[in-house]
């Protein structure tokens, strides 16, 4: 029992075992040979890897035949035979070239020793396996960092605040020579609806709106189920001051606004950061008319405008709504 347990142990691949093994499996036509082995064709797969050691050993042998050969005496060439394709002597021949009984004659390595041919497909087979998932295992790992670095190039992307787009309002205003000339109008002038400010926490969020959550929900609810809506605005008043000018806006019924008095922002002196409007309107609620210039539309103007997200990279959940 214990000779068995002893014989059945196979000893350790040395660093030198392990290279000629990586480097067998390497040849095609061991590769070759591996395949017919493991599709259950072992005889023909023994066969390949005879003549595949035969055309490796084949130089070493003719060398040492050569060595005894004198010098000038011309030497017959042998041409390598296909790899894979079993070893066969011409008729009528017993020897080879360099002296050798032909392969044909030669015992097969199966033959001489059938459990070291096992042995040796076995650990071939073992070797096979552990290169291919070392390589699978490099390709994921590849593939991972290559998507984190994907994934690291990539902003950012928050939703900002909801607004309404109101493209036709420079249009307006810059015909009517309204505005002075020394300022320049709002690229892209919009009327906030409900500012997120790229935060992803509702209760955050809300505060920056002075909102309850509750009603910040509510209304995101209402303004997600608006989202690509093209509503009609009413413009009645422009109010303009030292640092800013905006517009007062009426909006449909339905269209929730966070803002105390909707409105525009038609300019913004230079530094001036364009939230500082809400900061006119609340003060011209409440009473204030120094520093500030009120011009009434006589006809409210009609425009329309397309409610959606606005987006931003990396912005700061700290901003305050504009």
């Not at 015909?175 to 919009?190: F, K, S, Y």
């Not at 966070?258 to 364009?274: D, F, Q, R, S």
């Not at 500030?292 to 959606?308: A, D, E, N």
Request: with cysteine; proline share 8%; aromatic share 4%.
């Amino acid at each position: 029992m214990g000779a068995d347990t002893e014989q059945s142990l196979e000893p350790p691949l040395t660093d030198l075992e392990r290279e000629v093994f990586d480097w067998l499996l390497a040849r095609p036509a061991v590769a070759a040979a591996m395949k017919l082995a493991f599709g259950g064709r072992q005889a023909d797969a023994e066969v390949a890897i005879e003549c595949e050691l035969e055309e490796l050993l084949g130089p070493a042998e003719r060398g040492c035949a050569a060595s005894e050969t004198a010098l000038g005496e011309e030497q017959p060439v042998v041409p390598a035979e296909p790899v894979g394709v079993a070893c066969e002597a011409a008729p009528g021949t017993d020897h080879d070239h360099s002296g050798h009984a032909p392969a044909s004659k030669r015992p097969r390595l199966a033959e001489a020793d059938p459990a070291v041919a096992g042995q040796w497909l076995a650990r071939s087979q073992r070797l096979l396996e552990a290169d291919t998932a070392r390589s699978a295992e490099r390709a994921r790992s590849l593939e991972l960092a290559g998507s984190t670095q994907e994934q690291e190039r990539m902003p950012m992307v928050a939703p900002l605040y909801w607004k309404i787009d109101l493209p036709g309002v420079s249009k307006v205003f810059t015909q009517r020579g309204i505005l002075p000339a020394n300022r320049t109008p709002v690229e892209h002038p919009h009327a906030t609806l409900l500012y997120i400010g790229g935060s992803s926490d509702d209760h955050q969020a809300a505060a920056l709106s002075n909102l309850p959550v509750e009603q910040f929900r509510s209304m995101r609810k209402a303004l997600e189920a608006l989202q690509g809506s093209t509503v009609e605005v009413r413009m009645t008043e422009v109010v303009v001051e030292e640092n800013v000018a905006c517009a007062r806006v009426s909006l449909p019924p339905g269209v929730p606004c966070a803002n105390e008095v909707p409105h525009v922002t038609l300019w913004t002196k230079a530094g001036v950061p364009a939230r500082y409007a809400n900061e006119v309107l609340e003060e011209l609620k409440a009473g204030r008319t120094e520093g500030i210039t009120r011009v009434p539309l006589p006809v409210p103007k009609c425009l329309k405008g397309k409610i959606t997200l606005e987006h931003s990279s990396g912005v700061s959940s700290k901003t305050k709504q504009v």
